[in-house]
Structure formats: C-alpha cells, structure tokens
C-alpha cells in the first residue's frame, strides 16, 4: 500500500515539472512574439531618461561642518552666586536652559532662523540682493506670477523692513509668500544632521540648483543661528554684567565724591578758628565715613562682577567651524547614461508587468 502511495506521488511530481517546463516554454514563446513592442517601450524609456538628463539642472551642494562644546555641569557656580547674592545678583546656573540635546538642529529648522536669512543682503559680482530675491530669480517664480499683478510687484526689500532689525512690516500676502518659500527650502533644500550621534559635530547642507545661493544662504544660516544660540544661552548672565557694572560704577562715582567733598572742606576753611571745629571735623569725619563705606562695598562690588564676568565666559558656548563652503561647490549631476539605463529599465519592466498581467487573466477567463 506505501509503494503505491509512493508511485502516484512520484508521477504527480514528474506530472508537475513536466507542465512547469510546458509553461515556461508558452510564456517564453509569448513574450517572445512580443519582443518588437518590448523593445520600442525600453527604447522609448531610453530616449526619454536621456532627455531627462540632458535638461536637468545640476544641484549644488553647500556643507558646512562644526563643532558644539556647550558648558553643561554647575562647577563651581554655586559658590559664586552664593557671593553675587550679596549684591542682590542672581548669577543662574549652566546646567539647564532652552536649547538641550538636539533642540539645535530644530533651530536651523524654524521659520524666524530661515526667513532672517532670506531676508540678509548679500554681494555677488558689486551687486546688492536680498536671499530671498535670489531665490525668486532662479527658480523663476515671478515668470509663473505672469498672470498675478499683486505677486509680480512684491518687494523684500530694506524700505519694508522695521527698525532695522531684519523683521518685515506685517503683509499678509508677503508673509504667505515668505511661508511657502521657507517650507519649500526645509522640504527640498536643507539637511541638518549629526553624523555620529555620539559626538557633537553637526553637519548643515544646503542643495540649490544656483551655486551662489547654496554657499551665500549656507553661510548666513550658521552664522545667523550661530549668533542666536549663544546670545540667547549668554542672555541672563550678560544682564548680571550690567547691573554689576553699573551699581559697581555708581558706587565708586559716590566715593570719588566724598573723597573730594572732604579736601573741598579742607581747602574751604584755611584759617579756622579753634573754637569752631565743628565746621571742619563733623564735614571731613561724614565724608571720611562715607568713603570708607563704599569702598569696602565697592570691594564686594567689584569682586562679585569679576565672578559674574568668570560665569557669563563659563556660560558661553564654543561653536567651532571645521568645514566650510569653498568654491567650487560639488556638484550632483544626473548623468546621460544613468537616464538610459534607467529610463530603458522602467519602461521595460512596466511593458513586461502589462504583458503578464493580461496574459493571466485571459487565462484565467478562458478556464
């Protein structure tokens, strides 16, 4: 009984490779008959791959590479704003703040960081242009603004800026335009990543079809976040400066003037008669008094504004460029043959995916 169980298996085996082969031969034969329409879709997606590569623009690519250190650890900050509280002083502490971990990147990434260097005038050539108008220029949005009067006037430049601080007067035609521009370069033109997430190097590239641009906005972003980043982590501890500085400036403009008010005293009675002390010691003895309080305050005073001084260097973090854009630029060009190549496979691949599919079907109908 198992030899015959065996036997029928065998034969349904060989029953199976001998209509596999008969099959592979009817598909090979059938796309065979089929081979001048397989070949004019390969040599179509040829022609029309090259044609792609023979009007693509080349992309430009700017990096720029650097290094973050950013003073993360209190030290010995406590014992100085332990001192600075003397005058009333809150020296803060490095250890916390806005910007943690990668919260830098997502700076680069934000609309105030892109539209104030859209909005920087740069030099090409002994000419003056905004960024933005830049853009505008080669990616010829004010040729598809034709038919678009409002768009085609649309100025950025310096007359419609406000108190000179790289912020646009509100027009909410503009600032959609602005929005559309700087959601377009995020998405298309800009990366910012950490290559090794183990160390601090961050690497911003900026890929624009215009080689001018790429450089001029990859250097106006780093150095515009860059100046952004450490006035901000600096901006308490550069106020405990000035405060320091001018009540340490007060203190010693009153000192000063007690020191001269008791030589004014001295000088103003000469010849005093000894009966009348009174008219130069009770002076001088207020004005000595006084002169030695501040100066033992002025001490405190100018201590504190040193410790302060030793804080706000501690505070500041290091941005230290390894790499920057140098001319030329490198180039991401979509070479001819890669188009061939590509473009031949695609359509080759699609006629064959429609070939079988209607054979397989008409199979299955005729079943």
């Known amino acids: ?57 080349p992309a430009y690519t700017a990096t720029t590479t650097f290094v973050l250190e950013d003073e993360k650890g209190t030290g010995g900050l406590g014992n ?48 003056k242009q905004l960024l933005v108008d830049r853009y505008i220029d080669f990616t010829q949005l004010r040729r598809k603004w034709s038919d678009k009067p409002e768009l085609v006037k649309l100025k950025f430049s310096a007359d419609n800026m406000q108190n000179n601080n790289q912020t646009l007067k509100p027009n909410r035609l503009r600032d959609s335009i602005l929005g559309i521009i700087v959601a377009d370069i995020n998405r298309n033109y800009l990366t910012v990543v950490k290559p090794d997430k183990k160390l601090s190097t961050i690497e ?18 780093v ?20 405060i320091l500085q001018q009540k340490t400036d007060s203190v010693r403009a009153v000192m000063n003037g007690a020191i001269y008010s008791a030589a004014a005293i001295a000088d103003a009675t000469p010849n005093l008669n000894p009966t009348r002390q009174i008219q130069r010691t009770a002076p001088v003895q207020r004005s000595q008094f006084s002169t030695e309080t501040n100066k033992l305050v002025l001490g405190e005073l100018v201590k504190n504004l040193e ?37 031949g496979f695609s359509f080759g691949f699609l006629i064959l995916f429609v070939l079988v599919s209607r054979k397989v079907i ?6």
Not at 204 to 221: I, S
Not at 362 to 367: C, N
């Open 1 to 57: 009984m198992g030899e015959k169980v065996k036997e029928n298996k065998k034969e349904t085996d060989e029953i199976s490779l001998r209509e596999l082969v008969f099959k592979s031969q009817e598909w090979y034969r059938y796309l065979l008959s089929k081979w001048m329409l397989i070949m004019t879709f390969v040599i179509l997606g040829g022609a029309l791959g090259l044609t792609y590569a023979w009007f693509k623009s």
């Open 80 to 127: 100085l704003a332990g001192l600075a509280s003397i005058a009333g002083v809150d020296l803060g502490s490095s250890g916390g703040g806005i910007f943690q971990g990668d919260n830098i990147l997502g700076l680069y990434k934000s609309r105030s960081m892109l539209e104030q260097t859209l909005l920087t005038q740069v030099e090409n050539n002994g000419k």
């Open 204 to 221: 911003v590239d900026v890929n624009a079809k215009d080689e001018f641009f790429a450089k001029a906005f990859n250097d106006e972003l």
């Open 223 to 242: 150095k515009n976040v860059s100046d952004f980043y450490i006035q901000t982590k600096t901006k308490k501890s550069i106020q405990n400066v000035l």
């Open 307 to 343: 410790l302060s001084k030793i804080a706000l260097r501690k505070e500041t973090p290091l941005i230290q460029v390894i790499d920057h854009p140098i001319y030329p630029l490198r180039v991401d060009k979509f070479s001819r043959a890669k188009g061939i190549v590509f473009g």
């Open 362 to 367: 008409r199979d299955i109908l005729a079943d």
